[in-house]
């Protein structure tokens, strides 16, 4: 299976924003313990401390501190990760012979935000292809966030990871879904999208040329090459500040089953014009 990650902008109340945002201290909190830790074994012990060595600890943590329960254990260590991630690019710099960086203290104010590994302690709810929502935790205690837009993986696609970040005072949510792997075409219909200025259909006789003033063209073309559909649109003006669009459908079909798109009367002048002519010679 493939991975893709949707990108959707959260609408928290104010109650649920303020809860992000302790959740964010809390998690930048542990982030710059957990250097500290590792800071202080290597000054005085020369010891080094693994991802490991402080995920065991975190029980005891969330006993002495009783706000660390409600964030989850996997994102929590999580957050530990990410601080792991980074000495393993600083000793990969130093290996390499590059100028490295030492990992940072984070201020809580510009701390990215908090993830979860895997799809336990949250779950995505769609709501038609408008919106849905986001819960995050579970009982009374769950924050349900409202969120807009709709992935286009369609129902197969299982959530795998989220992360929750802040960017200029706005909340987002990146979700990593699990999608079935592309296969090569093998028949149906395939979708052609394309910029198109005329349409030309021969037949005995006389050749019809449609010349259309369009934004866009979708064709739908079978894997036989019997049956061509295509549907053109135009951009209107705007109509009392909103911008809508004119869809034109026509249809043709080959020779086998001939078919021609409808006359000029049928399709108004100013979006598609019928020009037949006959041909030279």
């Given at each position: 299976?493939?991975?893709?990650?949707?990108?959707?902008?959260?609408?928290?109340?104010s109650a649920v924003a303020e809860r992000l945002t302790a959740w964010t201290r809390l998690h930048c909190e542990l982030y710059n313990a957990a250097l500290?830790?590792?800071?202080?074994?290597?000054?005085?012990?020369?010891k080094s401390i693994s991802y490991f060595d402080q995920q065991n600890v975190l029980p005891e943590i969330k006993a002495a501190r009783p706000e660390y329960v409600e964030l989850g254990s996997h994102a929590l260590q999580q957050t530990l990760r990410?601080?792991?991630l980074?000495?393993?690019?600083?000793?990969?710099?130093?290996?390499?012979?590059?100028?490295?960086?030492?990992?940072?203290?984070?201020?809580?104010?510009r701390f990215s935000g908090f993830a979860y590994p895997d799809p336990a302690g949250w779950k995505l709810l769609q709501h038609g292809s408008r919106g849905g929502t986001l819960r995050?935790?579970?009982g009374k205690e769950a924050m349900m966030i409202r969120?807009?837009?709709?992935?286009?993986?369609?129902?197969?696609?299982?959530?795998?990871?989220?992360?929750?970040?802040?960017?200029?005072?706005?909340?987002?949510?990146?979700?990593?879904?699990?999608?079935?792997?592309?296969?090569a075409f093998s028949g149906g219909r395939v979708h052609v999208v394309f910029d198109v200025q005329s349409l030309s259909i021969a037949r005995p006789g006389v050749q019809e040329t449609w010349t259309c003033k369009v934004s866009e063209a979708r064709v739908l073309l079978s894997h036989d090459g019997t049956r061509l559909e295509f549907e053109m649109r135009k951009l209107v003006p705007k109509?009392?500040?909103?911008?809508?669009?004119?869809?034109?459908s026509c249809c043709a079909?080959?020779?086998?089953?001939?078919?021609?798109?409808?006359?000029?009367?049928?399709?108004p002048s100013a979006q598609c014009r019928q020009t037949p002519r006959r041909p030279s010679g």
């Open positions: 299976m493939e991975r893709r990650k949707v990108t959707y902008k959260l609408y928290p109340s500290q830790e590792r800071i202080d074994a290597h000054r005085k012990a020369g990410k601080l792991d980074s000495f393993q690019a600083f000793f990969r710099r130093v290996k390499a012979g590059q100028t490295p960086g030492f990992p940072r203290f984070k201020a809580a104010a995050i935790g579970s969120l807009r837009g709709k992935h286009r993986f369609g129902d197969g696609a299982a959530p795998n990871d989220l992360t929750i970040s802040r960017k200029n005072g706005e909340w987002f949510a990146s979700i990593t879904l699990r999608v079935l792997q592309r296969t109509p009392a500040g909103h911008q809508s669009r004119e869809k034109i079909r080959s020779a086998a089953a001939p078919e021609y798109p409808p006359n000029s009367d049928s399709i």
